[in-house]
């Protein structure tokens, strides 16, 4: 049974350190648990925008996964254009640190990331 027990714990951290070199380059890997993500920070999120800005409660949409070019940080991005709004989401440290947290939570690994505008190319007609 030790036996057993070692090659699991030892397979299982190889998997984990695969899964984690490869979440911000894999959009396969970014997106699993994207709507658990969302529903886990929706409401903090939307509460902080809420208190700190002038847009109301549900004036915005939740969102979509990127990352940076260089593959070295997390994007997440939001329906709201106002890059005023986007620099103070960004630049809080509490929300930050919920944002964080909930990443850790659901996706098991810590991970840098910004808020930025999510831009949707489909034409309305």
Do not use: C
Not at 5 to 19: A, D, G
């Amino acid at each position: 049974m030790d036996d057993f027990r070692n090659w699991l714990f030892t397979n299982y951290n190889l998997i984990l350190k695969k899964y984690e070199e490869n979440i911000l380059s894999d959009y396969k890997l970014r997106n699993l648990f994207k709507e658990e993500f969302q529903d886990e920070i929706s409401y903090d999120l939307k509460l902080f925008i809420a208190k700190n800005t002038k847009l109301g409660f549900k004036e915005f949409s939740l969102f979509n996964l990127d990352v940076k070019e260089d593959h070295t940080k997390l994007i997440i991005n939001i329906g709201i254009a106002d890059l005023d709004i986007i620099k103070i989401l960004n630049n809080d440290l509490n929300l930050k640190k919920i944002i964080k947290k909930a990443f850790k939570k659901i996706y098991k690994v810590e991970i840098e990331f910004e808020f930025d505008y999510f831009f949707n190319e489909e034409i309305p007609f």
